[in-house]
């Protein structure tokens, strides 16, 4: 613990480098509390404040923060290695409207029992949605092996 501080008053006035006792004295007849400010300084710098109203307003600033904020949600898409051609183009379209609304898309291939040996099959799978929404998206993660599974995930422009 330093025994010499810089002190800094509750408006915002420097007091000077005065020694620790008497900062906390200080902030005592003031009724407030002695926060330290910067720990790496040389003296320390403190600041005579309500400490309780700080962490009060932090937190409002905080909710208020994440309030404004727009949450963006992860939509998942799965479809299976031999997917028809309408069921495909009616996914597709549902990743559009996905990416059209800026919710960032996981598209999950999943293969069962035997179908493990086309995986190239789930691999050509996602290429063909990619370029077909290439105009909407951006590939934000290249297809990966999961267990039985190989997903992609798909970002908004």
Do not use: W
Not at 26 to 40: I, P
Not at 121 to 138: I, N, S
């Amino acid at each position: 613990m330093a025994k010499r501080v810089r002190l800094i008053s509750d408006d915002g006035s420097q007091l000077g480098i005065m020694p620790i006792q008497e900062a906390l004295k200080t902030a005592s007849q003031a009724g407030l509390d002695l926060v330290e400010v910067a720990s790496n300084a040389d003296p320390p710098v403190c600041r005579i404040m309500d400490y309780g109203k700080y962490k009060y307003q932090a937190g409002k600033k905080g909710q208020e923060g994440r309030k404004k904020g727009k949450t963006f949600q992860v939509k998942e898409i799965k479809f299976r290695p031999h997917t028809d051609s309408h069921d495909l183009g009616f996914k597709i379209r549902n990743l559009k409207k996905f990416l059209d609304k800026k919710n960032r898309v996981k598209l999950i291939v999943i293969f069962r029992g035997r179908e493990m040996a086309y995986m190239e099959a789930g691999m050509k799978l996602l290429e063909r949605v990619a370029e077909e929404v290439v105009d909407k998206g951006t590939v934000e993660q290249s297809p990966k092996q999961e267990g039985r599974n190989l997903t992609m995930v798909i970002a908004p422009r």
